[in-house]
């Protein structure tokens, strides 16, 4: 027998809390996460002012997040919803106190399943992920997520992330829907970041592995396949080779053994030293041309929204100090004396035009790594974007190295 739950039904719309879902007229309303769970909060309160710090406590239990992440979160539901018939808009702001749900709202008992004119029946739930907290033996308060069934894959940190805030991203959804549909995969925020502890004192190449060895142990992981992008990729390493016992497969996608101060030209260098010091000035205040030296970077071909995004992960992943500090530990980072003792089967992909991390660093895992297989993806992103036909081939290279083609035919 289906599950009762209850719906919210206000002006055309109807909103679902239990389904994570909004429509309107029967049409689905894309809202990020944290923006769809401050509208319930105010939907189940409608007609009561809910003051600021209620509603941040409600939509961020336990986690310190500043004013401006509920602000947002409010503009983006005003621009979602639109204006009542009246003209009216459907959230009121009590200027210096907080918000009040304005419309009238009706409790409508209905099943579980939504029907969805997008996909012309009931719509299929998007996967949920599980974020829980740990503590590592330094005492530092981790963050982390568990999405999917099946064979664990672990993430290995990489610079700045935001477990909530990405996992309905442009830029890293369609990193872990795909994935979760193959594996339980663990993400976590690491130290200084994120949903995890801000201020920490002792940051380092060794408190991150340290890091991913608290996730692995609170998540009950025996053995498991290990993906480290970017700079997760030489915290992975590290990880296999000091625990070649647990991980049965390695991934490296776009990472290095080595930063810029034992790689890098002198230009280099100094172009470095630079980011650090404008990232320190222009972190988090909202300054296009900043977003922009970041997004042409990383995602040469992004999209204003994904521009956007980043632009928004500034203001809640981490303060200024914090990313240029975490910026100038990569540039430090060397474990290329381990590559020589990596046992794992080891898959190393990169992008052939990346310019973040230099598609040389890749051929040079690959090379000093005993039997990797190096794949090269026609991208100039460092981060593949859902849609490009590099992701696709990435997908199919991963399918093969971790095994789902086989799972699939032999069910």
Known sequence: ??????????????????????????????????????????????????????????????????????????????????????????????PRVGYRFA???????????????????FAKPLPRQEIRYSVTKDGARLAWASIGLGPPLMKASNWLTHLDFEWESPIWRH????????????????????????????VSFDTWVRDLETVADAAELDRFSLIGISRGGPIAIAYAVKHPERVTKLVLYGAFSAGTNHTGSREAQEELRALTSLTRQGWGVHNPAFCRLFTSRFMPNSTPEHENW?????????????????????????????????RVPTLVMHCDRDQVVSPKHGTQLAAEIPNARFVSLPSANHLMLAGEPAWKMFLVEVAAFLGWEEAAAGR
Not at 4 to 14: A, E, S, V
Not at 189 to 201: F, I, K, P, Y
Not at 318 to 323: G, K, L, R, V, Y
């Open 310 to 342: 980043f632009d928004d992960l500034q203001r809640v992943s981490t303060s200024a100090e914090n990313a240029a500090r975490l910026l100038e530990i990569d540039a430090n980072i060397n474990v290329r004396e381990l590559l020589g003792q990596i």
């Open 1 to 94: 027998m289906p599950q009762l739950t209850t719906r919210y039904q206000f002006g055309p719309f109807q909103l679902d809390a239990g389904e994570h879902r909004l429509l309107r007229d029967g049409v689905e309303v894309p809202l990020q996460l944290k923006v769809f769970e401050t509208l319930c909060v105010l939907v189940e309160n409608a007609g009561r002012l809910l003051k600021k710090e209620e509603l941040l406590r409600k939509v961020w239990p336990n986690t310190a997040v500043e004013e401006n992440n509920l602000n947002k979160n409010v503009s983006m539901l005003r621009k979602a919803l639109g204006k009542r018939g009246a003209g009216e808009t459907y959230i009121e702001t009590v």
């Open 103 to 121: 419309a009238p709202v009706e409790n409508i008992p209905s099943e579980t399943a939504v029907p969805s004119a997008a996909v012309g029946g």
């Open 175 to 202: 990193w872990w829907t795909e994935l979760s549909k193959h594996h339980r995969v663990i993400r976590y925020d690491e130290r200084g970041n994120g949903m995890s502890q801000r201020d920490v004192s002792d």
